[in-house]
């Protein structure tokens, strides 16, 4: 297998999650995307690590894992958070600190 | 190699349509259950470069726990449940420019760094795992797991009524 097969394949997931994170305006699913993106880097460090046959790509893509858990679970407390005061989700509409 | 490049492209094409109905899509639940697939996907990825440890961590994690804290989420902002609505804004053209700019950049450089670099994967057994996260890297996981307390008691602060 080519190195470079993962390596497209995490790119290209990429940036469909950037894609996902500008065009959408429900912020569940802009964490959605994010959710994406990190996937996408989990790829690429699992392959790498597969690559150098050195563990540290799987060990980080685990440190990856369990960031992307907190950050889920803080950023939909604060979606919730949103929506218990606005009574909307869409991002377009949350502008309070706009200049 | 062969059977594995073939299982790749399946599973590349199956991940990379999933992926783009997530984005698209214009049903909340559709798109949370079409990251599911992507997931799933990423981690029979894992499975295909035999680490094993981080595919059951991925299945466990993001499949079991995560995907049911968005199902949540989409549930506890009422979100039109099987309704079909217009959840993108109108900026899409132009995050559709963006993205596919950023893929031309990213393709064209690990094009130029790493072609006809192969991959022959050995097996990283869980054990190796272990070895390595309470070896070498105590410290990030003990880091990690102030940072996952942390999150948590975060979460609570910022998501009760009071």
């Known amino acids: 297998m080519l190195l470079n097969q993962f390596l497209f394949l ?8 950037v894609y996902g994170v500008l065009a959408r305006r429900n912020a569940v699913l802009v964490l959605a995307s994010i959710e994406l993106m990190l996937n996408a880097v989990n790829i690429n460090l699992v392959a790498f690590g597969a690559y150098r046959h050195n563990i540290a790509g799987q060990v980080f893509a685990l440190f990856v894992i369990t960031i992307a858990a907190a950050e889920v679970g803080v950023g939909l407390a604060i979606v919730v958070l949103i929506f218990r005061n606005r009574a909307s989700i869409a991002l377009d509409e949350a502008d309070l600190m706009k200049g | 190699m062969v059977a594995q490049n073939v299982v790749f492209g399946i599973l590349a094409a199956v991940m990379i349509l999933a992926a783009w109905r997530v984005v698209t899509t214009q049903n909340v639940v559709r798109a949370v259950l079409y990251l599911v697939v992507v997931l799933a996907g990423a981690g029979a990825q894992y499975l295909l470069l035999a680490q094993e440890f981080i595919f059951v961590v991925q299945v466990i994690v993001y499949i079991g726990a995560i995907v049911v804290l968005f199902l949540f989420g989409t549930m506890l902002t009422r979100a039109p449940i099987g309704r079909d609505v217009n959840l993108d804004n109108d ?4 995050a559709a420019l963006t993205s596919l700019f950023l893929l ?3 393709i064209a450089v690990l094009f130029d760094a790493f072609h006809n670099t192969h991959v022959k994967p050995t097996i990283q057994r869980t054990s190796d795992v272990a ?3 309470f070896g070498p890297y105590l410290m990030p996981f003990e880091v990690v797991s102030v940072l996952l307390l942390a999150a948590l008691v975060g979460a ?7």
């Not at chain 1, 995490?10 to 999650?17: D, P, Q, R, S």
């Not at chain 2, 900026?91 to 132009?94: A, D, G, I, T, V």
Request: include cysteine; hydrophobic fraction near 60%; glycine fraction near 8%.
């Open chain 1, 10 to 17: 995490a790119a290209v997931l990429f940036c469909i999650g």
């Open chain 2, 156 to 162: 609570i602060a910022i998501a009760r009524r009071d």
């Open chain 2, 104 to 106: 031309g950049v990213m």
């Open chain 2, 131 to 133: 070895n390595s996260m």
């Open chain 2, 91 to 94: 900026q899409r053209w132009l």
